[in-house]
């Protein structure tokens, strides 16, 4: 039975080789291509994958300027002329209302503010909010920025103003004379 056994393996169950050793890419029925054979392929697929990355980043872009797009055709319709979100919040992130409601002041009607006031609580609320002596710089920075925008919108007033002033009154240059 053993011999039996034996026999059904091709070297008899000694453990030698039987005919020429092969190799697995002799095996293969696909031959194995060289570096330099495949470097059409690695350019091919960097060509894509970049095309790719691109066309993205484009399709983004596009997105994000009809949005902006659509944005300043509704303030343009809305009568917000000249930025007018932007203008509202301005820089600091404020609108004119939160601004006085951190500074404890009235908001500017037609275009006049009490600048010496505003100054005058921004002091206060300045000194009072000092990270030194206990205060919280998070509301420092806000009522500088409370500060700055109502002043921002005190100058757009005054530059209202003064253009009414010049239609009104016409347009007298300032010539110096030496």
Not at 66 to 85: D, F, I, N, Q, T
Not at 140 to 167: F, G, N, P
Request: aromatic fraction near 8%.
């Amino acid at each position: 039975m053993v011999e039996q056994k034996l026999a059904m393996w091709p070297n008899g169950g000694t453990g030698q080789k039987v005919g020429p050793s092969l190799k697995s890419e002799e095996l293969s029925p696909f031959p194995r291509a060289k570096p330099y054979e495949q470097a059409h392929r690695l350019i091919t697929q960097l060509v894509f994958v970049g095309s790719r990355v691109v066309g993205r980043a484009f399709a983004e872009s596009w997105r994000q300027a009809s949005a902006m797009s659509k944005v300043k055709r509704l303030e343009e319709e809305s009568g917000k002329s000249s930025g007018g979100y932007s203008r509202n919040i301005a820089s600091s992130g404020l609108t004119v209302e939160e601004a006085c409601k951190i500074l404890n002041v009235k908001a500017p009607k037609g275009g006049k503010t009490d600048l010496e006031h505003v100054m005058e609580r921004y002091k206060r609320l300045f000194d009072a909010n000092d990270p030194k002596q206990g205060g919280s710089f998070y509301l420092q920075s806000k009522i500088v920025r409370a500060k700055d925008r109502i002043e921002l919108e005190a100058r757009e007033a005054e530059q209202v103003a003064a253009q009414e002033a010049e239609t009104r009154n016409g347009w007298n240059p300032r010539v110096y004379k030496q």
